[in-house]
């Protein structure tokens, strides 16, 4: 059963940082894209960064470019998100997913869901 757990989130001040993990059951990463995502209140999701074997590490949102990193410990089968310089607009829930091989920017392209992890940045 795919399973996918964020933890990580929190209240942090502005300029403060953060790492989210998505633990990964299920499945393996060697053939899995997985993507964070993020929703704030009154917006639609949309995909941050996402990682895979076959595409890499790829940014899609140009504000979190040289702040936010994404990795992964296959031995853990988890994947990080590190956020540094946070601001408020970061401010939303933050949800990993995964689909087969490919990232996509898309939250209609993937599979499976973690339940989301709030983060807040106060100013």
């Known amino acids: 059963q795919v399973q996918l757990v964020e933890s990580g989130g929190g209240l942090v001040q502005s300029g403060g940082s953060l790492r989210l993990s998505c633990a990964a059951s299920g499945f393996s990463l060697d053939y899995s894209a997985i993507g964070w995502f993020r929703q704030a209140p009154g917006k639609e999701r949309e995909g941050i960064l996402c990682i895979s074997n076959t595409d890499g590490r790829i940014t899609y949102i140009d504000s979190v470019k040289g702040r936010f990193t994404i990795s992964r410990d296959n031995a853990k089968n988890t994947v990080y998100l590190q956020m540094n310089s946070l601001k408020p607009e970061d401010t939303a829930v933050y949800y990993c997913?995964?689909?087969?091989?490919?990232?996509?920017?898309?939250?209609?392209?993937?599979?499976?869901w973690g339940q989301g992890t709030q983060v807040t940045v106060s100013s």
């Open positions: 997913a995964t689909r087969f091989h490919f990232c996509s920017p898309r939250p209609t392209d993937f599979d499976s």
